[in-house]
């Protein structure tokens, strides 16, 4: 079965540096992948999607990189602020099976002022 | 426009008893998925409806149902409640099956005693 590794560990890092969060997944590659934003006793929140055929894409300081042969996405936030310190999740849809979006367990990222 | 609401808030039941949570998606979204999440997991996938038919079932037991009505909202049932069936159950709406994205209401939290 699919099996998808965000860190479990907390990512502390300080206000103004760049956070890389990663997403690791098993055997054959997604359709697509999507990233969310989780608070606490909350709703995760869309962030990106990025498509199996796409490399890179961005949103304001948001950035996803997706590569296919280390079977891993990346996910920046530049210029990090304390308001980003959240959990989290990376999804993925693969085309067979049961055509669920499967979800991480995420990675909670604190920024420090 | 008002979000994804989810009904009730919170809950409390003994085990063996029955419960019903309820979802109103996004006007116009016609599919609606529901989420189990444990604290430090990710969401994991119940169901999910479109246009009032079931789309796609996860590796829950049949203990677990749902239903879409006419005016797209939704409702999870979960009978002979265990203690393990305490979590967070989410409710999701989007435009559509595949690659859309997720909007989550703010969850329901059922604690089982």
């Known amino acids: 079965s699919q099996k998808i590794e965000q860190n479990s560990e907390a990512l502390n890092i300080q206000e103004g540096k760049t956070a890389t969060l990663t997403c690791n997944y098993t055997?054959?590659?997604?359709?697509?992948l999507q990233w969310y934003r989780q608070d606490p006793g909350r709703g995760p929140v869309f962030l990106l999607l990025?498509?199996?055929?796409?490399k890179e894409k961005r949103k304001e300081r948001l950035k996803v990189t997706f590569d296919t042969t280390l079977k891993q996405s990346l996910f920046h936030i530049t210029a990090s602020q304390p308001a980003d310190s959240a959990t989290y999740l990376c999804?993925?849809?693969?085309?067979?099976?049961?055509?669920?979006?499967?979800f991480g367990s995420g990675t909670r990222l604190q920024v420090q002022p | 426009d008002a979000g994804v609401t989810q009904s009730p808030t919170h809950l409390i039941k003994t085990r063996g008893q029955h419960v019903t949570l309820r979802c109103s998606p996004i006007?116009?979204?016609?599919?609606v998925s529901w989420y189990q999440q444990v604290l430090g997991q990710g969401p994991q996938f119940i169901f999910q409806?479109?246009?009032?038919?079931?789309?796609g079932r996860g590796n829950f037991p049949d203990r677990f149902s749902a239903r879409q009505f006419p005016n797209y909202s939704s409702e999870l049932n979960v009978n002979a409640l265990l203690l393990g069936d305490s979590a967070l159950y989410l409710c999701a709406s989007s435009s559509g099956t595949g690659e859309y994205e997720q909007y989550f209401g703010p969850g329901t939290r059922l604690t089982v005693t």
């Open positions: 999804a993925l849809l693969w085309y067979t099976g049961r055509r669920a979006l499967t």
């Open positions: 055997n054959y590659s997604p359709a697509y």
């Open positions: 006007s116009g979204h016609k599919s």
């Open positions: 990025i498509r199996e055929n796409e």
């Open positions: 409806y479109y246009e009032k038919e079931e789309r």
